[in-house]
């Protein structure tokens, strides 16, 4: 099985053509859900007591619950507006509520994961979360602006305890303070870690292992309304496809990647949650086709 | 056999580790240079009285200069600066010179050319010259900024002359008044261009035929020093592919992005024209191999 943990978030996402006011978001329950797809997902997060039954109900449709704890007090909230062009996000206002005191537990029954999500928690909760599991195939852990901004020596010292960065390319050359990306990606193996991947949003994404790079493209949209949860998606995708082949070949991890950046295009062609959860496995298996043939030359 | 009718310049680049004054430049410069590894390339250009003796060699090493004019006066000259990333590129100064009054003649032998190409030269010159071609099986027009903003409609009446419009991402929007890449292709499309092919810099390229789009990865480089006339090497191999081929299928045409993409990669690993003119055709040949690996999954 997989474990991931990180955010469960009431999101308010305003675009210029529609805002949404208080819906289920967070980079847990993207990755989570998306992962869903793939392979029993335990979800480890943490909501407040306001977190609307109807969205615990969708959350359990998809995910084991074991470690999703209610505490007193109110969920996590994010408030964010996109340009025209969607492609650049504001941040209005962060309130972290319950999750500024949340001290995560690894549920017993998740500590034989062997893959294990790290969403863009504080690294050093994910530095000392990781060490909780006892038998890890494959970690992969993301981090933001936030805490390499705040944190930028506790994200260098996670990237030595998991296999996998995955990271945007502006955050990348934040936390990293090179241009060029594939200076960005050595710089983070050189930190420890195996595999980089380095998410280029519409552009696609770049994955890094040893002297080898595998850079692929997006699926080529016509159509996004909203890009919130893009990169989580991606990657829970890549990861839950691995846990589901139990393999970590190189072979393999690309095919991962091909299928994170089909589950990011779903997730941006619908408002908030749909993109992901309006799918079936029988589209994802139809789009990653088409995907293949989009390429093929 | 191909034409290129464009630009020589004597190029001044500023870039934050080096400065090249008064090199050898201009869009037909790179595009020529670049098509003629593939096929005989005939170049339409002026050039004043200034233009160096060792540059005229060096472009005759390459080039038919049947129709390569020198006329009294100063050579065209620009100036521009790069910023730290190499991705932004600032114009400091632009003189027509001998190019402000230009009248091209195509050369009686250039007349049977099956295949043009146009770089970014005033739409109206690029949409009469055109005409004058007796045979064009396959013609490629780029633009550029300057004439978006001062000659749309013209840039506009340009595409309906020709077969194909290859062009960057940025210019792509603004001429089309369009975020999304594939609405912008499909604007162009309706304006009539059959084959429209957006650059994306470092993030490669995309190509739309018909309701067919072909997203290709830009062959990763470590180490960029000058981004000087990449885009109009893409182009240059696309084309100077074809005219070899002399075919126009949609096989060829993909793989004539292919190596776009990789004349492109040559481009900006040397200072000026340095990245085209110091490769061998075995060195495409084996990067385009590389490219057919790093893609591969």
Redesign the interface.
């Known amino acids: 099985m997989l474990t991931v943990f990180g955010s469960t978030a009431l999101d308010t996402i305003r675009t210029p053509t529609r805002v949404l006011k208080d819906v289920l978001g967070g980079a847990a329950t993207f990755a989570g859900i998306s992962a869903s797809f793939f392979v029993d997902t335990g979800l480890i997060a943490v909501v407040g007591t306001d977190f609307p039954k109807k969205y615990r109900n969708l959350l359990s449709r998809y995910l084991d619950l074991s470690g999703f704890v209610t505490q007193k007090g109110k969920t996590f909230r994010y408030d964010g507006s996109y340009d ?4 650049k996000r504001t941040t209005n206002k962060t309130e972290l509520n319950v999750l500024g005191q949340f001290k995560p537990i690894v549920p017993e029954k998740y500590r034989k994961s062997e893959f294990v999500y790290l969403a863009n928690n504080d690294p050093d909760q994910n530095s000392s979360l990781i060490k909780e599991f006892d038998n890890v195939r494959f970690s992969m852990c993301d981090t933001i602006e936030y805490w390499i901004a705040t944190k930028r020596a506790s994200v260098i010292k996670m990237i030595k305890t998991v296999d996998a960065v995955v990271i945007n390319d502006e955050e990348a050359k934040l936390l990293t303070k090179e ?5 960005c990606a ?1 710089k983070m193996m050189s930190w420890g870690a195996k595999y980089v991947i380095i998410k ?1 949003g ?3 994404s ?1 994955l890094f292992v040893e002297d080898i ?6 699926f ?5 309304v909203d890009p919130t949860g893009a990169g989580d998606s991606f990657a829970g995708a890549m990861i839950g496809y691995l846990a589901n082949k139990r393999k970590t070949s190189l ?1 393999e991890i ?2 991962a ?2 299928y994170g950046n089909v589950l990011g295009s779903f997730a941006v062609e619908k408002w908030g949650l749909d993109g992901l959860t309006k799918i079936t496995k029988k589209q994802i298996e139809k789009r990653v086709k088409q995907y293949q043939n ?2 093929e ?1």
Chains 1, 2 share one sequence.
């Open positions: 025209d062009t969607l492609s241009h060029n990306l594939i200076k050595k280029k519409e552009h696609g770049l790079i595998f850079p692929s493209v997006a080529s949209l016509e159509d996004i072979s690309k095919k990647v091909i989009m390429v030359f």
